[in-house]
Structures are given as structure tokens and as C-alpha cells.
């Protein structure tokens, strides 16, 4: 018989569900998309019923398609948003709408933690600080701000592991989403009690923690009937969607780098050990690896810079692509090809939303530096090219500094289908760039990891190298490498120098 695997990953704008065979080509492919609801500025949320909705609805119309017998799918693997808070009561019914990773609501709740627990301790009990995104100041702000259902708290679980428990009734999660909550001890893999009861949350909320690959339920018979999966089909426990993205581009051992461009961009680093950064520039979790641990570097606005542009001062290019029937991106991407390296003394800072890593600036900003009358669109789009790329980079040498030695980097996402982006990564990093041949990501690593669970594979490793191909690689010209170092060290200059320029602006714009 036939063997398929499934990978289904919970986004922030929609599930998509994947169905490969056992040597990772994609035979089917759906996504459901839903709401993000903003009932107040800086406010983010979703309904998690709506994400159950768009699962069974993906894999019903991926089965569908595919022709396949249920029988044949032999395993099931998740990826899912990052961080979201779901809160459900003694009848795991959902409390109230689920806080995503991109809320800002938590601010003071961040700094009140931080106050109460002390940095020294934080960084010794989790490992990371207290960042707005994470789990644990939206389960602080539910005590603080809801009371009423706070009090009805009895399961707190992570996006995709609600889904999962819709599908299999069991309410679990696994390592690589636990460790983002920032109530997981990521150098001993357990629960933090010590922090949890410094800030009384009841350990028993949490649910219990299962290795990435490992079999977290199976197929009921009411999640048969609404998916068209077969009765006791296996579940695994799946990933976080950075370290599900990362096993879905092969990045698993320590000296491996995972760059994704998509709106926001990612420099993920493998690592053996836990190489937690003392200022805490970067992420540290546990991968969805046994025994791995990863750095992440997360800038807020990579492609988003872009579509920023786009969006804004890119009409005309707008238009005329409607008119080739082309895409706009080829046609702004071939005005950046025109323009030397360096945009002839324009940066370009992609702080449009705040940053993350390694500023952990809320209030930094964007902007365009070195303006002057030679400065074309041309000047601009590389310069946003460029801007990102040494963000990125700013990451990269925190990865570098905490002693990882790079061996390859493996680029995804859409800017990763550019090939003048990939150029400068190339230069920029000063290291080879692998292209991958398909672009599934998350969803792929999903699948890769109900691959390992169900037994097609002996480890996730194996599974890797049968499943994931590489279709080109890019390497670093010396030339414009030593010119880049030469740009990248002015633009190291200018956070430092604008940084409290910014700060006057967020209050001027308030």
C-alpha cells in the first residue's frame, strides 16, 4: 500500500494542509484562510474555532484531490503559529479568543515580570526575556486585566495543539512550542515551576510535553467523519513554525542556518547545546531535534519592507506590470539590478513595526538615509534589498560571537525566489546560499516529523535527507563581499545614533 503523510500548519492568515509521499513531493495542497481580529489598536486575536474549521476543510479538500484512499495517509505532523495563549475551561471549552504572537497588549505586564522575577533569574530559569509576543505575559494580563476568566482557566495550550486536540481529544503539546511559551526551562526540558509559582499559574494548566515526532493521539471517529481521515490514524506532536520550517529545509545539526524571507525575516541557527546569549539579543529554544537546541534571530519587517514600498510609491509599477501580466516584484527587482552595490550611499533601516532582534526596540522606526538627487526607485528598492539583508546579518554575528560555527545557510521564503536577494545574502553573509526545491517550509517539516513518527524513517535526520532536495546554491563574490563589509559597518552606525530620534517620534505620532 501506498504511503502518504500529512503536514498541516496553523498560520497566522490561514491552515495549509500538504500531502507528500514518503520522498517529500508534494501530491496535494490546500489553505483556508480566516480573520485577524483587532479589537483594539495594537490588539490581535483570532478564534480558534476558526482555525478547526479551516483544518478540516484543508484536509477534506487535499484528500479530495489527491485520490487517495484515507488508509494510505500513515501519519500526521503539525506546524503552527507561534506563542498564541489558548484558554480553555474544566470542559475545554474556549474562554475567550486566543492573543496571537504579534500582540502588543502586554507591554507593562512585560515590564512588571521583569521587575517582579529580576533579568538574572529569567535568564536562569527560561533562558529568554519577557517579550509582548510570548505566552507568558498573556496568561499575566488575563489574571491582571479578565479575572472573571481567569478564574475559568483550566488548560492553556498553544494554536496548533487546540487543533490537534480536535482531531485525536488529547490535550498535549510538544517540545519546540513549549520552550516559546517562556514557561518552559529550555536548558532542562520541563515547566518552569519556580516561575510559575513566583507568578502563581497553576502548573496543572500546562499540558503535559511530548518529543516533535512522537505520537500525541489518533483520528477519532467524530474527527473522521468531518476531516475524511481514517479512524485511528497517528498524530505527532509537530513543531512551532520556525523549528517546524527549519526541519522542513533540513536545518537540524549545529553549524546549519535557516534564512527565511517572508514578512518578517529569521535567522535560525541549530545548535548542540543551549548557547543562550547573556544579553538575550536572540531566542533560545528547543528544537524540534531531540537534543537540539536553536538561536533565532527575528527581524519584524523583511519582505514586509518591501511590500511596504511596494504598496506605497510603486504605482506606476503596479500598473505596468498589470499590463506585461507580470509580476510587480520582478519589475521592482530589476530596477535594484540597475544600482551599484551600497544604493551609492542610501540605507535603508526596517524598523517599520518596531524590532525585535537584537534591539528589542518597540519604538525604533524605519527610514531612508542618504537621500540626495541621484537617489532613484531603482536606489530605493535595493537599498531596502540591502537594509534587510544587514539586519539580518546583525543576527548572524550574535550567532557568530556565541561561538556557532557556521557550515551552510538555507534560504526560504519568498524574497528566497529572488535571485539578485539571494546574491546579496550571498555577499553580505560572506557564505555559500542553498535553494531549496520546494518551498513548503513548515508544513513540510510537519509532514517530515509524521514521517519519522510513524516509522517510515528512523530518525529525523534519515527523513531529511530522503525528503528534502537542494536546487541550487549561490556563492559569496570576494569583490563585492569586501565592499559589503565596508557598507555594513556604516550602517552598524546609524540604530545607535537615531535610537532616541525614534523615541520622539512614536510620541509626536501619538
Known amino acids: 500500500m501506498p504511503k502518504f503523510f500529512l503536514g498541516i500548519d496553523v498560520g497566522t492568515t490561514g491552515t495549509k494542509t500538504i500531502l507528500v509521499n514518503a520522498r517529500g513531493k508534494v501530491i496535494a495542497s490546500a489553505t483556508e484562510n480566516y480573520p485577524l481580529l483587532t479589537p483594539k489598536p495594537g490588539w490581535t486575536e483570532q478564534n ?8 478540516r476543510k484543508s484536509i477534506a479538500t487535499v484528500l479530495k484531490t489527491s485520490k487517495i484512499k484515507p488508509k494510505e495517509v500513515r501519519g500526521i505532523g503539525f506546524s503552527g503559529q507561534m ?35 529580576g533579568e538574572k533569574m529569567l535568564h536562569q530559569w527560561v533562558a529568554n526575556p519577557v517579550l509582548t509576543g510570548f505566552t507568558l505575559p498573556k496568561v499575566v494580563w488575563l489574571q491582571h486585566k479578565e479575572p472573571a476568566r481567569f478564574k475559568r482557566v483550566r488548560h492553556i495550550l498553544l494554536p496548533k495543539d487546540y487543533v490537534r ?28 515551576r519556580p516561575l510559575l509559582e513566583a507568578l502563581s499559574i497553576p502548573s496543572e494548566w500546562l499540558p503535559e510535553v511530548r ?7 489518533a483520528i477519532t471517529e467524530e474527527a473522521s467523519k468531518t476531516t475524511g481521515l481514517a479512524v485511528g490514524t497517528a498524530v505527532m506532536g509537530g513543531a512551532a513554525d520556525q523549528p517546524a520550517g527549519a526541519v522542513g529545509t533540513g536545518v537540524i545539526r549545529e553549524g546549519q542556518v535557516m534564512c527565511s524571507l517572508g514578512t518578517s525575516g529569521v535567522v535560525f541557527a541549530a545548535t548542540s547545546k543551549p548557547e543562550a546569549d547573556p544579553r538575550e539579543r536572540l531566542h533560545t529554544f ?3 531535534v531531540p537534543d537540539t537546541w536553536y538561536l533565532m534571530g527575528c527581524i519584524l519587517s523583511a519582505g514586509g519592507s518591501l511590500a511596504w514600498y511596494r504598496n506605497t510609491f510603486a504605482d506606476t509599477e503596479r500598473a505596468l506590470a498589470r499590463r506585461l501580466k507580470e509580476d510587480v516584484y520582478t519589475l521592482l527587482m530589476k530596477q535594484a539590478s540597475q544600482v551599484p552595490i ?11 513595526t518596531g524590532e525585535r532582534s537584537p534591539h528589542k526596540d518597540p519604538h525604533a522606526r524605519g527610514a531612508f538615509v542618504g537621500l540626495s538627487v541621484r537617489s532613484t526607485r531603482g536606489h530605493m528598492v535595493r537599498s531596502i534589498l540591502e537594509g534587510v539583508t544587514f539586519a539580518l546579518r546583525d543576527c548572524l554575528e550574535v550567532i557568530r560571537e556565541r561561538g556557532v560555527k557556521l557550515t551552510e545557510i538555507r534560504a526560504t521564503g519568498g524574497g528566497a525566489r529572488s535571485p539578485i536577494w539571494l546574491r546579496i545574502l550571498a555577499d553580505v553573509f560572506q557564505t555559500e546560499i542553498a535553494v531549496l526545491a520546494s518551498e513548503e517550509g513548515p508544513a513540510l517539516g510537519g509532514a517530515i516529523l509524521a514521517s519519522v ?14 525528503m528534502i532536495k537542494i536546487r541550487a546554491r549561490v556563492s559569496p563574490n570576494r569583490k563585492n563581499a569586501d565592499r559589503y563589509d565596508e557598507v555594513y559597518r556604516h550602517f552598524t552606525t546609524l540604530y545607535p545614533t537615531l535610537k532616541r530620534s525614534f523615541r520622539g517620534c512614536v510620541d509626536l505620532g501619538a
Open 48 to 55: 480558534p474555532e476558526d482555525w478547526w474549521t479551516a483544518t
Open 83 to 117: 506563542h498564541g495563549s489558548v484558554f480553555l475551561d474544566k470542559n475545554r471549552n474556549v474562554v475567550r479568543p486566543c492573543l496571537l504572537w504579534n500582540d502588543g497588549r502586554t507591554a507593562e505586564v512585560c515590564e512588571e515580570i521583569t521587575h517582579r522575577i
Open 165 to 192: 486536540m480536535r482531531l485525536t481529544g488529547e490535550a498535549l503539546t510538544e517540545i519546540s512550542d513549549a520552550a516559546g511559551t517562556l514557561m518552559y526551562d529550555v536548558r532542562e526540558s520541563c515547566w518552569s
Open 211 to 217: 518529543g516533535s515526532e512522537q505520537i500525541c493521539g
Open 286 to 288: 528547543n528544537h524540534a
Open 342 to 352: 551600497g544604493s551609492e550611499g542610501l540605507f535603508f533601516l526596517p524598523y517599520l
Open 453 to 466: 513518527g510513524a516509522g517510515e524513517y528512523a530518525s529525523v535526520g534519515e527523513a531529511c535527507e530522503a
